[in-house]
């Protein structure tokens, strides 16, 4: 009997070992051969950087539109995470887009103004829409969205399509902009949750970068959806990092010396008083107070995946507001190398700088298109959402000349992995 029972302990043993390596061996092995080499690889493209020439006059600022806060409902996000994770990330200006908490949501509310050199403008995600009013003024989520969607507009603030991957109302006339790329939306197009947990518990302090590099897939037909909209009407395209540092497990002691565990989405999971399982996990608490933390998600990671690079004349929420309207935006995957300094532009007859992305300008006046980028790769220039003309390993760029009217636009990718991966995206030049 003693012999059968021993067996079984065995047996089961064995299963419980094997099931944790089948789980775990992919992230082991991504510790030991596939993230050291991609970090090697990346180190050999950035070292490559040449910062271009400055040829337009704006400045370049760079942020995130569309991402969240304590003020959502599912998220817990302060300033002592957001600061330190937006200042690693060399963000310059947050559009919050934090979910309301009222029918009638005052502005300004939620983190706003300058806040250690970071601007801060406050915005709502609600009703398939992201708003940011700019003024003082109270929206009324009770009414229809094209009457919402008028009222920020003509009171001088912005409205963009969030998630794009859904139905919009795109043949509205008045919204201004639409999330081209989404990490939110990239998440859901077929990714497992539970290879991204176990990868995450073997690979998350060190190459937390590579786990959200895996998520990556190109948003070809919101590209598209973009590029045939451009052609009737102007819309400006950004990314959207989403961030709520909410999917992760987490516990802090309340004062009454109690602890409370959170769960995804930063769902309360259970207040309790402290038991074995907290004597065994957790810690001193950190500068924010959690004592135990899983992240899937982290704002840093979130905010250097993706940038808007906008070009401006100061950073100050109405000129960065302007200008992003204008479309002088381009967007850029900035956790595999810095953009900065890309520059997509026309020139006419004589070689001058006439117009940058975003601009719309005659077509007698353009000669040619032209860009800077500041690592060599991939470049295309696409007219109507066709590509055009395609050319490879140079810092520079100059088109054939251009005889037709259309929409012109100008993307970037870099060789990496044996892959050629979208690196930059501009918005386009609109030539009439
Ligand atoms: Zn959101």
Known sequence: MKKVFTRFIQF???????????????GVWNYFVTYPKLDGQIEQIREKRKH?????????????????????????????????????ANIDFIFFTDHERAVLDTFPRGYHGMHENILMVPGTENHDLVVWPLTEMVVDWRKKNPVIIKEIIDAGGLVFFPHCEEKRPWLNPDYQGMEIYNIHTDIKDGESYSDILFNTIVN???????????????????????????????????????????????????PDGRVEWLGPNANPIDTVEVGLLEKILLSEPDENGWAFKLYLDTFYHSYNFVNNHVLADS??????????????????????????????????????????????LKLQDVKNFAAESPLPGR????????II??????????S?????????????????????????????????
């Open 379 to 386: 470049f295309r220039l696409l007219r109507n959402g066709k």
């Open 389 to 398: 003309d395609e050319k490879y390993d140079s810092y520079s760029y100059r």
């Open 315 to 360: 950073l100050e929420k109405r000129n960065i507001a302007k200008h992003l309207l204008q479309g002088h935006i381009f967007i850029s995957f900035a956790s595999l190398a810095d953009a900065e300094g890309f520059l997509f532009y026309a020139e006419n007859e004589s070689g001058d700088l006439i117009g940058i992305m975003g601009d719309a």
């Open 400 to 432: 054939a000349n251009i005889l037709e009217k259309g929409v012109y636009r100008f993307e970037v990718a870099i060789n990496f992995d044996s892959k050629w991966v979208p690196w930059i995206y501009s918005n386009p030049i609109y030539v009439e």
């Open 204 to 254: 998350q302090n060190k190459y937390r970068h590579w786990i959200y590099r895996e998520l990556f897939d190109e948003q070809t037909a919101i590209l598209a959806r973009w590029d045939s909209l451009n052609t009737w009407r102007r819309i400006v395209g950004y990314s959207a990092v989403d961030a709520h540092e909410n999917q992760n497990i987490r516990a802090r002691f309340l």
């Open 52 to 88: 271009p020439a400055k040829k337009s006059n704006l400045n370049e600022y760079r942020g995130l539109i569309h991402t969240h806060s304590y003020w959502s409902h599912d998220s817990r996000g302060t300033l002592g995470e957001i600061i330190p994770a937006a200042k690693k």
């Open 12 to 26: 089961i043993l064995t299963v419980l070992l094997i099931t944790v390596l089948y789980f775990f061996i992919p």
